[in-house]
C-alpha cells in the first residue's frame, strides 16, 4: 500500500474521531463513563503524530503499529479493544494484499481479536452491532460495494438503540440503557464512513 | 526474589490505588510487594497499560503476581499489560475477580501467610461467593 494512502487513512479517521469527540463523550455519558471521546480523540492524536513513521511501514505492520499505539495511550477499554482489531487485521495481512478478500479476512481476523479481547458475541450492545455486520458484509460481497458497507455499519448502529446493554458499565444500568446509542457502535461507525471516505477519493 | 506473591492495584484513580495499597501496608504490613498505579498518560481518571506492565515488573517475583482491578478497561488494559510480559512470566500473572479493595486486602493477607498465587487468588475472589 502507498505511503499515501496510509497517510490519508490516519488523516481522515483522525479529522473524523477529533469532529465528532464530544458527541461520542456526550453518548458515553449517557450510559458510560463519559470518557470514550476523549479517549479516542487521545489515540487517534498519538497516531497522527506518528503518521510518517507508520506511512513507511508495510500495510500489515503499519496496522500493527497503529493499533499498540493506541493501547499505549488512550487510557479507557478502547485502547485495548481498537488495539486488538487493528493488530489482529495487521498479523493477518499478506504482505502484498491484492484483493478485497484478503481485507475481508484481516477485518474478519480483527473482529474476532475484539470478541476475544472484549469477551463479548454480539447483541451486547457494543461496537460488535456494527463490527461483526461489515465483516460479514466484506465476506460475502464478490466486489467492494462502498454504498452497502456504509448501510450495514449505520443499520448496526441504530440497532444498538433498542438493545439493553449486558457488557460493559452500561450493563450495570440495564433497562436505563435501552433508548441510547452505544458510543463504541458508533465511534466504530464513524470511522468505517472515514475509511470508505479514503477509498471513495473524498 | 520474594518468596511471597506480589499485589498489584490498577484503579481509574490515582488517589484510590494510592488508598488502597495504603490500606493493605496498614492492615498486612510491608513482607508482601505491592505496586499500585491509577490515571492514564495524561494524569486523568483511567489506566495505562505501560504503567501496569512496569508495576507488575516491580513486584515480581518467583511466586507471581496477584492483580486486582476496578472497572472496564482496567481489566482489559491489565490483561494487555499481561500478554506483553514473556511467555513464562504470564502463567504467574493472574488478574483476581474481586472488589478493588478488599480484594487487594485479603490477597496480600493470604500472599503474607505464604499462599500461593492460586490460594491468593482463590482468598480474594471468596469475597464474590
Redesign the interface.
Known sequence: MEPETIKALIGRTHAVILAHAEELTDLDQAIGDGDHGINMKRGFDAIAAAADTIAELPCGKALEKAGMTLVMSVGGASGPLYGSLLMAMGKAMPAEPASPGDFANAFQAGVEAVMKRGKSQGGEKTMLEVLLPVAASLKDADALDIGALRETADEGLASTKDMKATKGRASFLGERSIGHLDPGARSSALLIHAVCDVIEGK | MSNFVGIVIVSHSPNVAKGTADMVREMVGDEVKVAYCGG???G???????TIHNAIDSVFGAQGVAVLVD???AE??S??AIEMMDEERQKKIVICNAPIVEGAVMAATEAAGGGSLDEVRATAEEFLS
Open positions: 492514564n498518560a495524561d486523568g481518571l483511567g489506566t495505562d497499560v505501560a472497572l472496564g478497561g482489559t488494559n490483561e494487555m
